[in-house]
């Protein structure tokens, strides 16, 4: 609240692709698709007319006992794009509501077949979920979680294989790997009592855009089947082609046993998130009443019928334009174009997963030596950002691209010449 008596918000009037323009008709870049929901740019004439016409035929009904069109037509669809095996749909409202039906699903499904015991989760260090109560526990950043400890269920945290701590002989792909060990030793211990493992699929997003190698979801996979765990992948940020294939399971070749979808599932429009899963889960929920196996969990705008048209929108458009195919040459222009920060004096690392990029600012680039947090550095990066036309949001010293697929070369360009120069100033 004291930072916008001299950081005024930023009021926005109109939106247009990438653009954002405010009252006084300056433009800003939205480089990290306003908070990383946009995928087709603002005021998608495609998604508009879809809204458009939705809005004109049914705006909302509840999801009890009722039904709707989109309701129907988007589950098919979502059924349909995601990894083999994941046949049922369950609607939400948004992302940290998906992570809780997802947790409650996971943990009632064992409740239901008798193994009563299993109670706990397990997750990754540097996770991030949400931040409703359940949301909030299963994740570990620490800004958003100290104040609330007391009220938090306490989840069992492994090393996250983030390969930004990767040894300087070792690949990214080797460092995974060996960080899965963590993992297979605590979940030889605690199967008996835990429910689920959690996480984020090759990027933690809020967690300073860190990455990790698709070997370690491959051998999640498997471990948890061995130790009869379920695996709830959370793709609300890095689903619908960010990691540069649609779901980013993909790249393990794996089907999660939970997948939450959220932010781009309405191409940044309108809240609305779902969870999908498996017959396996979804038949030991079919039960008469008198037996209290039913899931009960239920949001008033669950499954609305204008958030169902947008995201029914966005999959047409993914499909017509074939979108992951297109977005390669798009990745390529980031890879060349945030290339050069890797030869600045105060950038530890560059790294890049797909339609994602993000920069290490650092006060030591040798022994990688952060900077104290004290110093929001990244703010001076936004500053310089607002100040040339680029919204750019840098979570702490971490400086990251995550565009809408309408940018052009052009603008990547523009985008990545403004951090640059961003990233000089802040490290002076
Ligand atoms: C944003 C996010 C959430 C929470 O979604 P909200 O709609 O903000 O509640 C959960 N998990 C991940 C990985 C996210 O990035």
């Known amino acids: 609240m004291k930072d916008h008596e001299w950081l005024p918000l930023v009021p926005i009037k109109k939106g247009d692709g990438v653009w ?8 800003y870049l939205d480089a990290i698709s306003s908070w990383w929901v946009n995928m087709f740019g ?4 495609r998604i508009n007319d879809a809204v458009k016409k939705q809005l004109d035929t049914l705006e909302h009904v509840l999801l009890a006992g009722f039904s709707h069109e989109p309701a129907v037509q988007l589950a098919e669809k979502l059924v349909a794009v995601t990894p083999k095996g994941l046949d049922k749909v369950f609607y939400a409202d948004n992302g940290s509501s998906a992570v809780e039906v997802a947790l409650k ?3 009632h499904y064992w409740q239901n077949i008798g193994q009563k015991n299993k109670t706990k989760f397990i997750t990754l260090s540097n996770g991030y ?13 620490e800004l958003y979680k100290e104040t609330y400890a007391p009220l938090l269920m306490q989840p069992i945290t492994v090393t996250s294989p983030d390969c930004y701590y990767r040894e300087q002989d070792e690949t990214c792909a080797e460092h995974s790997e060996h960080m899965f060990s963590e993992m297979k030793e605590t979940l030889a211990q605690h199967a008996e009592e835990t429910c689920a493992v959690i996480v984020e699929p ?3 997003c809020a967690g300073n855009m860190r990455m990790y190698d698709p070997v370690y979801l ?6 948890c089947d061995e130790y009869n765990v379920h695996l709830i992948a959370d793709e609300i940020a890095v689903g619908f082609g960010r990691t540069g294939t649609m779901f980013a399971c993909e790249q393990a070749n794996i089907t999660p046993d939970f997948m939450c979808l959220s932010k781009g599932l309405t191409g940044g429009y309108l809240p609305l998130s779902a969870v999908l899963t498996t017959n396996k889960v979804y038949d030991a929920f079919y039960d008469d009443y008198k037996n209290l196996t039913a899931f009960l969990h239920s949001h008033s705008y669950t499954g609305n019928p204008l958030g169902c048209s947008a995201a029914l929108a966005t999959l047409a458009i993914f499909e017509q334009d074939n979108v992951i195919e297109k977005n390669k040459a798009l990745i390529q222009q980031l890879t060349m174009a945030t290339e050069q920060f890797n030869e600045h004096p105060h950038v530890a690392e560059v790294r890049q997963t797909g339609m994602i990029a993000a920069i290490e600012m650092v006060k030591e680039k040798q022994t990688r030596e952060p900077y104290p947090w004290q110093e929001r550095r990244g703010l001076k990066v936004y500053q310089h950002g607002l100040k040339n036309g680029v919204l750019l949001r840098p979570l702490g010293n971490v400086v990251y691209f ?6 052009t070369a052009d603008e990547i360009d523009m985008m990545t010449k403004v951090a640059l120069e961003g990233i000089n100033i802040a490290s002076k």
């Open 129 to 141: 979920h949400g931040e409703t109560l359940g949301a909030l526990a299963v994740g570990d950043v």
């Open 105 to 107: 699903m996971s943990f």
């Open 202 to 204: 090759l990027v933690q």
């Open 20 to 27: 954002l323009e405010d009252f006084e008709g300056n433009r």
């Open 218 to 223: 491959s051998l999640l996979r498997k471990a």
């Open 42 to 45: 603002h005021c998608n004439p």
């Open 402 to 407: 995550m565009p809408p697929y309408v940018i």
